[in-house]
């Protein structure tokens, strides 16, 4: 493996973590976006990691704002991957935006560089060919909140070469991975193919009037003993990313119960400004959500 700048195409959510996260491990990071402004966003985002770093991994004030300076912002693609040696991907979860994004990116990357996109639900095979370099090309997916939850899932496409798929794992590794290789692929790749039918239903459960979004999560949570229901999961993943998932199952199959479930979190939440834990507000308000009250599961 001989990464060692690395951009991070799309500073959302967790566009915003792999970057800090690849920083804090001692690379060079570019966080390219479509516009200031959302770099400006993306820069706010950043700096709100440093004090989880401090409390959840014991990281010094030195360390963490050494990861900080070692990060560059730029909205200008071609300056961004100028001598990028990997490029991950983390913009929406939308076809035609990733389409576009990868015949772009392709002409303007050196010959040498890598991608690697962190589609949560997507294919790497349905890109292979916009990029221009399939064989250098594969998919790299990280939890939420990266520096706790620190899976990367690793899954090449039947025209990724070996060696790009060996020095990803070991890219993985490097920057605190728990590394996770997939042979073949797998839409939602093993995380997702267990993760997004659990919040599937979820959600059903509130479309078919059964019960609301607390209730919910609080029989799960009283029933096994997890840290969050789906609806609290959800407010982590970002409701625009569970919208624009649902929207797209809903597209490709015509399921109806899907399309109602697009349109509840278009309607009550995207258009309402409630993004989730991002935006201080989703399904819970945040920073103090009821899930976390001593007493919610208690009656």
Do not use: C
Not at 79 to 107: H, M, N, R, S, W
């Amino acid at each position: 493996m001989d990464f060692k700048k690395v951009t991070v195409a799309g500073s959302g959510v967790l566009g915003s973590q792999i970057a800090y996260q690849t920083a804090f491990k001692g690379f060079q990071v570019t966080v390219y976006d479509i516009n200031d402004e959302a770099l400006d966003k993306a820069k706010e985002r950043i700096k709100e990691l440093k004090p989880r770093y401090q409390a959840d991994l014991g990281a010094t004030q030195q360390e963490v704002d050494a990861a900080y300076e070692r990060l560059s912002f730029n909205s200008d693609l071609a300056t961004a991957v100028a001598d990028a040696d990997l490029i991950i991907e983390a913009i929406p979860e939308v076809v035609p935006i990733k389409t576009d994004f990868y015949q772009k990116l392709g002409p303007l990357a050196p010959a040498k560089t890598v991608f690697a996109t962190n589609s949560s639900t997507l294919l790497p095979s349905q890109f292979a060919e916009a990029t221009g370099r399939p064989s250098q090309f594969l998919a790299l997916h990280f939890a939420n909140e990266i520096w706790k939850n620190n899976t990367a899932e690793i899954m090449k496409h039947p025209g990724t070469d070996d060696k790009v798929f060996e020095d990803v794992i070991a890219f993985a590794r490097a920057i605190g991975m728990v590394a996770l290789p997939l042979q073949k692929e797998q839409p939602g790749y093993i995380l997702n193919s267990l993760l997004v039918p659990f919040l599937d239903a979820g959600q059903k459960l509130l479309v078919r009037g059964i019960a609301d979004p607390e209730t919910i999560d609080k029989t799960w949570m009283v029933a096994t003993g997890a840290p969050k229901g789906p609806f609290a999961i959800l407010d982590i993943v970002g409701i625009t990313t569970a919208y624009n998932i649902g929207n797209a199952k809903a597209e490709a199959t015509g399921d109806q119960e899907m399309k109602k479930i697009a349109e509840l979190l278009k309607t009550e939440y995207i258009d309402k400004g409630k993004l989730g834990m991002a935006t201080g507000e989703g399904f819970y308000k945040y920073p103090n959500p009821r899930y976390l009250d001593p007493d919610f599961l208690r009656s």
